[in-house]
């Protein structure tokens, strides 16, 4: 049986004609407003022929017709979050008539590469990008493409492509709780330093922390895993005093999965969930129910994030102008057993 020929890439066009991709793609979709010389164009398209070279989606691009897709890209599949978000983008994505790729940013560069020869090829109207940070290399390419894009749970400064959600809001209503129930020593686990929600949690969460007077409001930053609030929770919870009483009363975390290992590390050290310290988590997510204790958290409009974020990207497909959107559904506390008063007499005023 003969081998079937291997199908050439846009990639294997730009290395024969000596140009970058971009430039080949632009050039077969019949880009004419392009400082192209002719010599490249010829190249280009000589290239293309003698590869057998066909564009996923050239017929279309040249009539100016939409492939009806759209890609989202996530920083990790492995975060509850994002699949929530990913779930209510593809909802909305299927009652707009739009199919919707779903790619993982999990070493940046080679989802860079995917992501810009989804563009390239023509293959797909629109990105959702939930994974941009200072410095990441997707955001130079998306400033140098025409493709309609958003930031998703994420904000690029001055976009005006923003679809977020009130974070400091959960913040508020975190300490809230815990300060109705006496607690006037709480640690906050950040999620890495960069991360837009991130900051900006953790700068309402010393804000407030300062307005309602608590003694203690120390912060550690770690990974949105169990790990780094295992990690981070050991930074805020030593050193135990001689009566074996950690320095903070509560623990307020920035997502479910840091709060799983914050209770993990505190009966690590002899302590109880929340007779010793109270933990209260950041996204209400099914598993926090059946967690030991079960977890109380902050519940956040993530499915909502991911329709509001494809209807912004829509509108911007079809021509309308940009702007950054805040999803108005409020944080709501959802309580459960992980939080309780503090034990010692000194942890109310």
Do not use: W
């Not at 017929?59 to 890209?73: K, P, V, Y």
């Not at 900006?200 to 120390?218: I, V, Y």
């Amino acid at each position: 049986m003969s081998e079937q020929p291997v199908r050439a890439r846009l990639v294997d066009v730009a290395e024969r004609a000596g140009v970058s991709k971009a430039t080949v793609s632009k050039v077969l979709n019949g880009r004419q407003d392009l400082n192209v010389r002719p010599e490249t164009r010829r190249r280009v398209h000589e290239a293309a022929e003698a590869l057998g070279y066909r564009p996923h989606s050239g017929a279309r691009a040249l009539a100016g017709a939409s492939t009806h897709a759209l890609a989202l890209l996530v920083p990790a599949l492995d975060n509850p979050t994002y699949v929530t978000i990913a779930r209510g983008a593809y909802q909305r994505s299927r009652e707009l008539g739009y199919l919707s790729l779903l790619a993982e940013d999990f070493d940046g560069q080679e989802a860079d590469e995917s992501f810009n020869d989804l563009v390239q090829e023509g293959r797909v109207d629109g990105l959702l990008i939930a994974s941009a940070r200072p410095g990441h290399p997707l955001l130079k390419a998306l400033r140098a493409s025409p493709v309609p894009h958003v930031f998703v749970n994420r904000s690029v400064e001055g976009s005006e492509r923003n679809v977020t959600m009130d974070v400091a809001r959960s913040s508020v209503t975190a300490l809230d709780h815990l300060h109705s129930l006496g607690h006037r020593a709480v640690g906050h686990i950040a999620g890495p330093p960069g991360i837009t929600p991130s900051d900006t949690r953790k700068e309402a969460f010393l804000r407030h922390a300062g307005e309602l007077g608590l003694s203690a409001a120390p912060v550690a930053s770690g990974d949105f895993t169990e790990d780094g609030g295992g990690s981070a929770a050991l930074e805020l919870l030593r050193p135990v005093d001689a009566d074996g009483h950690p320095p903070v009363t509560a623990l307020y975390t920035s997502s479910l999965a840091q709060a799983m290992g914050a209770m993990a590390a505190i009966r690590s050290l002899g302590l109880r969930v929340p007779e010793d310290v109270s933990v209260i988590g950041n996204d209400d997510l099914p598993v926090a129910a059946h967690l030991h204790p079960p977890l109380t958290t902050v519940a956040m409009p993530l499915y909502e994030l991911g329709t509001a974020a494809v209807d912004a990207l829509v509108a911007a497909i079809e021509g309308a102008p940009l702007r950054d959107v805040v999803v108005p559904t409020e944080p709501r506390l959802v309580l459960r057993s992980s939080t309780a008063g503090p034990a010692e007499p000194g942890g109310t005023p």
